[in-house]
Every structure is written in C-alpha cells, then in structure tokens.
C-alpha cells in the first residue's frame, strides 16, 4: 500500500516556512503576516469543520493564529513541519471547545450525539467530494470503510474514540486498532515523513 | 491498561480522540517510548493533511483582527524540556538556572536594553548539550549578580548590543539582537579594551544573529569592549575598525 502520490506541491513541505517561524520567534509581525497567509484557510477550514457554527469557528480560528504568535518560540522544526503544527494546534482547539461546549451539557450528551447521528453520512459525503487535495482523497480511499469513518469521525467531528466506538456500536479496542491503523495506511498512501 | 494497550493509543492521540485522563497516561508512556514518539509524530503529520483538505478562505477581516490581536499580546520564552524530549542528564539543574536567566533577562531589558529578553530563544534554541548549559549557567550568573550593570547601543541596521558587567565576578556578558550575518567566511569578534589596547573575548556563533555570549577572560579593569569582523577563526588583534564600542558601566 505505498502508493506515495504527489499531486501538485504539498503546502506541508513549504520551505520557507521553517525561516518564517523563526522570525515569527522574534516577535517580526511583518513574518508573522506572512504567516498568516499561508496558514489561515486550513485554520479556519479545520475548524469550521470540526465546529460547524461559524460564529464560533472564526472566533477559534482567531485564538489559534494568536496561540500561534504567542508560542510560536516553542515550534521545534526536528518535530514537523511549520503547517503541521499550526493545524495540529486548531484540530486541538477546536476540539477542546466541542468538548467544552458538550460537558457544560453532559447530561445530554448522549442524546446530543445520537441526534447528530444523521449527520455522518453528510459530513463524509462532505468531506469526500470537497476535499481540495487529490492525493488525500485518494488515500483515504485505500483505508478500509471502517477505518475510514472511524478516522473522519475523530477528526472531522472531534468525537474521542470511545464516543467513535458508541457511534458504530463497536468494541473499545476495535476502533483504537482502527484509528491506528488507518492514519498508519494514510501516512503510508500519503508518503508523510517525521 | 497495558503498556501495549497504551501503543495501540498511538492513533487516537493524534486524533485527538482521547479524554483527558487517558492523553496524560498515554503522554507518560510516550515520554519513555521513543517508538511511540516517532509513531506519534508520523500519524499526526498524516492527520494533519486531513485538515489541509479542507482550507477554507478566511475573510479580510480575520486578518486584521488578528494583526491588531497581536500587536499586544506578548510572545512564551521557548519551553525548556520539550514534552516528549528524551531525558537529558542534568534537566532538574537547569530549570532553576533558566529561571534565573529569564529574570535577568528580563530585568536587563528594563534596564534599557531593547527586547532583551528575546535572547533567551537565542540561549535556548536547540540546547541540550551540557556544554551549553554550562554556558549559559555562567551567562545566568553574570546577569543575576547583584552588581550587574548594563549598557546598550544601537548598531547598524537596526541591531543593537548590551553589555553586562559585574564587577564582583570579574565577567561581562554581551548580548547581540538582530545582527546582520556577517559575511562568508567571516566572523564577530569580540574585545576588551584595555585603555585603547584590544585584548580578545572570544568569537560570536556566525550562524546566529541574536545572541547571548559570555565574554571569555576577566574584564581585569578594561573600560569597555568592542566587536569587529574577522576572518573564520578570528585574529590576535584586530584587523578592521569596530563595528561599535562600548565603554563599561561606571
């Protein structure tokens, strides 16, 4: 399954960004503006994704290219790219406030979550026919089907594996397996190093 | 759960799929777990293009709202230990001296000196090694003496460099921002100055810009220092006129 594929030039690998970051470290806010540009879409379509309301996505998105400023001393380049740790950051903050948002409310979560039960088929419809990069569709192809929505249900929804495992009444230790093993055969597909 | 019930995790912790509790275990598994780390940083790196997918376009306005955001918000110093770091020797001694070195640095830049402490990124980045640590230790002890005084000056370019003396240990530290690289195969070069005599304090890391240096030798009674450009390895004395000179705070 080490079907590398490279379709057009992948943004993960922009090699300037490493240098950008640094000055970004030294508080230049012309680099950061810089930054900005490169980075704000996939921000703002991570977490619109993962949040859907977009009131409250463009307030997230906000806080996250400002944690971005903030810690951007702390980005480490032995331990991935410039992008993947700016996305890896709005994928976690958007789902601490789907979390956030749920515990505040966690007598209806269960309820809540089966009711949004309909809306998978919709999101990976979604998440199918727009996603932008052909390489990553197509690699999502290569998972099985199981892995796949077990996969797009952690990240696109921000479910934890064990609300993934209630989703499709499946067993706890089935649905860790699965997670691995799918983001293994996408970072495979994909041909991501780190 | 089981240490390999804690691997298989390798895949929803970069999804973020796990609840606090169980993020912390894994956390301190992985920390241990060089496997797991590098597991950990592939299948995150193969996440995160499931977000690239789906960029969206942010409106003008998040740009300027962000831009104005943080032109007030002020910037971490860098983490000390990385998370998942495999453990250095010498770790808990550090600690407090980057305490130390944070405070000094940041009492330096009250002292005048502009955005002083910015060089503790350039004292932290990528230092491991216990020799750095050493040095910066030293660097520490000159800027915590209680009798360190300080003197800054604006160089070309936009660069600037602060001397700090104490007089107690006999040692100055100079501290560089924004320097120019200097050119190929050359170097800075740092001196004291003996009444007009230039005797050598050591060379500046060419490949940084920003830096906190140690000023090697005792200051036995110099008035102040300079810094030239030299060819790679530096010179005996210097071999072109100071790029600035700084007499010693009184």
Redesign the interface.
């Known amino acids: 399954m080490k079907e590398a594929v490279e379709i057009g030039r992948n943004?993960?690998a922009e090699p300037d960004l490493p240098d950008l970051m640094a000055r970004v470290?030294?508080?230049d806010?012309e680099a950061?503006?810089s930054l900005?540009d490169v980075v704000?879409?996939?921000v703002?379509?991570?977490v619109?994704?993962v949040l859907r309301d977009r009131a409250q996505s463009?307030e997230v998105?906000?806080e996250v290219?400002?944690e971005a400023?903030?810690?951007?001393?702390?980005y480490?380049p032995e331990?991935?790219?410039v992008?993947?740790w700016v996305?890896?950051l709005?994928?976690?903050r958007a789902?601490d406030r789907v979390r956030s948002v749920e515990a505040s409310a966690a007598r209806e979560h269960k309820a809540a979550l089966l009711d949004r039960t309909p809306e998978f088929d919709e999101v990976t419809e979604q998440?199918e026919a727009?996603?932008?990069?052909e390489q990553?569709?197509r690699c999502l192809r290569t998972l099985t089907e199981l892995q796949r929505q077990s996969?797009?249900l952690?990240?696109?929804r921000?479910?934890?594996?064990?609300e993934?495992a209630e989703l499709l009444a499946l067993p706890l230790?089935t649905?860790?397996?699965?997670?691995?093993?799918?983001?293994?055969r996408?970072?495979d597909c994909?041909g991501?190093?780190? | 759960m089981t240490t390999v019930?804690l691997h298989?995790?390798?895949?929803?912790y970069?999804?973020?799929?796990?609840?606090d509790d169980e993020r912390e275990r894994f956390e301190r598994h992985a920390a241990d777990c060089a496997d797991c780390a590098?597991e950990v940083?592939?299948?995150?790196?193969?996440?995160?293009?499931?977000?690239?997918?789906?960029?969206?376009?942010?409106g003008p306005a998040?740009?300027d709202?962000?831009?104005r955001?943080?032109?007030t918000?002020?910037?971490?110093?860098?983490?000390t230990v990385?998370l998942t770091a495999p453990r250095a020797i010498g770790i808990r001694r550090r600690r407090p001296a980057r305490w130390v070195l944070a405070a000094a640095l940041a009492a330096a830049a009250s002292l005048g000196g502009t955005?002083v402490w910015?060089h503790e990124?350039a004292q932290?980045a990528q230092e491991q090694a216990r020799q750095a640590e050493r040095r910066a230790d030293q660097v520490a002890a000159v800027l915590a003496a209680p009798d360190a005084k300080s003197r800054t000056a604006t160089l070309a370019g936009g660069a600037s460099g602060t001397v700090i003396v104490s007089k107690s240990r006999d040692q100055a530290v100079f501290i560089a921002a924004?320097m120019a690289k200097p050119p190929s195969g050359k170097v800075y070069q740092l001196w004291f100055d003996d009444a007009g005599t230039m005797r050598s304090a050591g060379l500046m890391d060419p490949g940084r810009t920003?830096e906190a240096v140690l000023m090697e030798g005792s200051v036995d009674g110099a008035s102040g220092m300079g810094i030239t450009v030299e060819p790679a390895g530096g010179s005996a004395e210097p071999t072109s006129d100071p790029l600035a000179l700084l007499s010693f705070p009184a």
């Open positions: 943004p993960s470290a030294r508080g806010q950061f503006a900005y704000a879409g996939p703002l379509g991570i619109r994704r463009e998105a906000q290219l400002v400023w903030r810690t951007a001393a702390r480490r331990r991935g790219s992008m993947n996305l890896t709005a994928h976690q789902v998440v727009r996603l932008e990069r990553v569709r996969v797009t952690a990240y696109y921000g479910l934890t594996y064990r993934v230790g649905v860790k397996t699965r997670l691995r093993d799918g983001l293994i996408l970072r994909l991501v190093t780190a | 019930d298989t995790l390798t895949g929803a970069a999804l973020h799929a796990l609840a590098q940083r592939e299948l995150t790196a193969a996440a995160a293009r499931l977000g690239l997918a789906v960029t969206a376009s942010p998040l740009k709202q962000v831009m955001r943080i032109a918000v002020r910037q971490e110093s860098p983490r990385p955005a910015q990124r932290d924004r920003t």
